[in-house]
């Protein structure tokens, strides 16, 4: 799969380590250059310096034909604006848009938008824990080593 | 009117000045501590502090009651967040923003936002008026009726300098709006003549810029 994230942060790096590694072809988008620092040193994607609201900066990223797309900068309405630019305008299957803001997250959930809002599920699942409830997520070492084996299965190289 | 204003730089603050001194309601919100501090002492009740963005600050100001948002910060995102918050939570008959990146335009029409001003794209436009290549200056956009509002100065030569306005054969979906000559405002009737160098404003759809250009003999 072609994947175009904006956003090289703690999350954006992970999640373009974790795609990379899974074989994908990802381009990462961020303002700053020191931000790809994050990356790994085998990364094999794309790292594209600029701003990701501007059409110029995605379609060099090959928006045109990324199959999917995902905002994770700092920035609510950035990542906003830039997934309605790569749902509306460059018609991208699959969009997924993160927004801190829970209020804001649900009205553009309900204009569309697939949206992902860290506050609410942080909350919860630190809610949960507190409770002893907690549920089992996976490590980023258990994610890796997840992907190595499907990896193995699937015949693919890395 | 109620008028709520996104935004506290320049454009917000003579803006809200500017429309306060019509005799309209208005509310200019701006997030920054310090500026919100300046811009209070002299606007005072007028101002108020808060993110323009948050649901909570518009709901707080009565967004549901603004007859028009305006979002004017210097960041395109934060102002398209601001007209849709507005639209779709809040149910605001009419939003305008300004666009930063004249190349935002097309986005902002497509995400529901009624009209966009780009001071980069009308600068720009008077750069190449000036350098008189084009004499045609697209000046706003308002989109829920498909109409460019434009600024053309008639040159010696076009076909129209001197003709009267019912002469002149105009696209249907045109209109000319106001003529400036000498620095005195016409508007003009049918009955107006139109000479070379007049300033003109128009109205035009969106898809007849190009008759209307024609028409008016601009340089393209």
Do not use: W
């Amino acid at each position: 799969m072609k994947i175009v994230i904006l956003g090289c942060g703690r999350v954006g790096a992970t999640l373009a380590n974790i795609m990379d590694q899974a074989g994908h072809k990802v381009s990462v988008i961020d303002y700053s250059s020191d931000a790809f620092q994050r990356l790994h040193s085998d990364f094999s994607g794309e790292t594209i310096v600029g701003n990701g609201v501007d059409e110029d900066i995605l379609i060099r990223a090959g928006i045109q034909n990324a199959d999917a797309f995902a905002a994770v900068t700092n920035g609510d309405n950035r990542n906003i604006m830039a997934s309605q630019i790569a749902k509306d305008i460059f018609h991208v299957k699959k969009v997924v848009c993160r927004i801190y803001d829970p209020i804001r997250e649900s009205t553009y959930r309900d204009l569309g938008l697939e949206t992902i809002c860290p506050t609410v599920i942080g909350a919860e699942m630190i809610s949960q824990a507190l409770l002893g409830k907690a549920p089992a997520i996976p490590t980023l070492p258990e994610i890796s080593a997840g992907l190595a084996t499907e990896k193995r299965s699937s015949g693919r190289e890395g | 009117m109620y008028i709520i204003i996104g935004g506290g730089g320049d454009i917000g603050y003579y803006l809200t000045k500017t429309l306060l001194g019509q005799g309209h309601e208005v509310l200019l919100l701006e997030k920054n501590p310090v500026r919100y501090q300046s811009l209070s002492e002299e606007l005072g009740q007028a101002v108020m502090r808060g993110d323009a963005c948050e649901a909570r600050t518009l709901a707080e100001v009565g967004a549901n009651r603004a007859d028009v948002v305006i979002a004017v910060t210097g960041e395109d995102e934060d102002n398209l967040v601001i007209c849709q918050m507005a639209k779709r939570r809040f149910n605001v008959g009419r939003t305008i923003a300004r666009l930063n990146n004249p190349k935002h335009e097309q986005i902002f029409q497509k995400l529901g936002i009624d009209s966009t001003v780009s001071p980069t794209r009308t600068i720009l436009s008077l750069i190449e008026l000036e350098l008189s290549s084009a004499n045609f200056v697209p000046i706003m956009t308002l989109k829920r009726a498909g109409l460019d509002i434009i600024e053309m100065r008639i040159s010696p030569d076009s076909p129209v300098a001197g003709k009267l306005l019912r002469q002149i054969n105009l696209p249907t979906n045109a209109s000319i709006a106001l003529i400036i000559r000498d620095s005195q405002h016409i508007f003009p009737t049918a009955e107006t003549r139109i000479l070379a160098d007049d300033e003109v404003y128009a109205l035009v759809g969106r898809d007849e810029e190009e008759a209307l250009r024609k028409a008016l003999g601009a340089i393209s």
